[in-house]
């Protein structure tokens, strides 16, 4: 994942309410409304929320085939494995360079006589 994507994701995940959104829909897919109540906001102030989820990669919708004005969201299973994998790629880089570093503070040259 490049970093524009990461960017785009973490910064949608950084807001409280749109990090509680994931969380619910995490246990389920949720209508639009359901999902403004749960996070006591207007449902046009959801909309935007969910907007910016969509944008980021993190969320789709689908219309209820029994009532084509409500929209269902469910978590875009490729917007999280990428915001993973982005973690795990940084989680890697991160520990190449711990390793490097002990490797260097524990190298024979750098003891003192006597160790």
């Known amino acids: 994942m490049d970093n524009q994507g990461a960017t785009g ?3 949608a995940l950084a807001d409280p309410v749109r990090l509680a959104t994931v969380e619910v829909l995490s246990r389920g897919p949720c209508s639009a409304g359901e999902l403004a109540r749960h996070a006591s906001v207007s449902p046009s102030v959801m909309s935007r929320h969910l907007r910016t989820l969509q944008e980021a990669g993190l969320v789709t919708d689908s219309r ?6 409500r929209r269902v969201f469910t978590l875009r299973d490729e917007g999280l494995v990428a915001a993973r994998a982005w973690m795990d790629q940084v989680q890697a880089q991160w520990n190449e360079q711990l390793a490097a570093f002990r ?5 024979p040259s750098r003891r003192r006589p006597g160790q």
């Open 64 to 69: 209820d085939p029994h009532d084509a004005r």
């Open 9 to 11: 994701r973490f910064a």
């Open 103 to 107: 490797a260097h503070v524990e190298a």
